[in-house]
């Protein structure tokens, strides 16, 4: 099975399972109108839709054009970063409206209890789904030797939808225990501020550096897994052997595609240019059974 094969599978299961957790979470927040449940419902249906957007961008990047005679995979770092940017606009959107429910409660004694009862069995279920479907994108992905920047922005994203759900789980089960006469009664009303302001400042961090990974691929610059760098230096060297030295060696990844420049120098001042080719495919070749798109450059000093 391809790369591409193995990142759209993915996809698809992961869509499927999304779907039945957004429906479920739409659910429970229009009972009980929590907002920490419409940040965690909201996060999978972003997942959801962006999860198909992902399967298009997959077929689509890998196919060429005259005018782009390697491909469309710049479209798949623009979708991480456009996921992230997401993901960083529904928590501060969320932060912003929890935070006005409780400056009505704390300023005006405004706010109405709120009902907990169906959160506990329901976030528990999405917890174990969310940490599912996130260790299985990142299997995935682990399958390809970590070449799906869109799988990597997934296994984050539906992660933090676990922290969320784990969150709100045990702040709801917390706040069932307080009585209304107890000094704590203030969470009753506002309990869903405090988790929500939590779990964003503990969740957002992710996002960021999601986006970060994505901007230095979308502005073509080196390659930031230190891994696949030192996987890709080893295979390098391996077939230049002795006769000629590896100087540098600057992987450039846009999405799930690698461009390799080598700076290699030799002792002979003539270049055997037909030895280089051949060292150039054996090269390929080992490092197609593992990377699918890889483009390769030899730049003698």
């Known amino acids: ?172 089960f917390f706040v069932l225990l307080i009585k209304e006469n107890s000094s704590l009664s203030f969470l009753l009303y506002t309990g869903d501020f405090f988790v929500t302001i939590l779990l964003v400042l503990f969740s957002i961090a992710t996002p960021f550096k999601v986006l970060k990974n994505a901007f230095i691929e979308i502005c073509g610059g080196r390659l930031v897994n230190e891994e696949i760098q030192k996987e890709f230096e080893t295979c390098v060297c391996n077939h230049l052997g002795h006769k000629y030295q590896l100087d540098d060696c600057k992987i450039y990844k846009t999405g799930m595609s690698f461009r390799l420049d080598i700076e290699i120098s030799g002792a002979e001042e003539v270049i055997n240019v037909t030895q280089l080719k051949e060292k150039k495919q054996q090269i390929l070749t080992e490092l197609n059974q593992y990377y699918e798109f890889v483009h390769l450059n030899f730049i003698y000093a």
């Not at 979708?79 to 300023?107: G, P």
């Not at 789904?129 to 970590?146: A, E, H, P, T, V």
């Open 1 to 172: 099975m391809t790369q591409k094969k193995i990142e759209q599978r993915g996809f698809v299961i992961g869509i499927a399972m999304n779907l039945l957790m957004g429906s479920l979470g739409l659910f429970v927040y229009h009972i009980t109108q929590i907002q920490a449940l419409f940040v965690d419902a909201y996060f999978t249906i972003i997942t959801l839709v962006s999860g198909i957007s992902a399967i298009i961008i997959s077929k689509w990047s890998a196919k060429t054009s005259e005018r782009f005679p390697k491909g469309y995979f710049m479209l798949e770092p623009l979708y991480a970063a456009i996921k992230s940017c997401t993901t960083l606009f529904l928590l501060t959107l969320s932060a912003i409206q929890v935070s006005q429910k409780a400056y009505q409660y704390f300023a005006y004694q405004k706010g109405e209890v709120l009902n907990l009862a169906p959160i506990i069995p329901y976030e528990m279920a999405m917890v174990v789904l969310c940490l599912s479907i996130s260790l299985f994108y990142s299997r995935q992905n682990k399958r390809i030797g970590g070449a799906s920047t869109m799988l990597l922005a997934e296994s984050k994203s539906t992660k933090i939808d676990a922290i969320m759900c784990g969150g709100i789980g045990f702040a709801a």
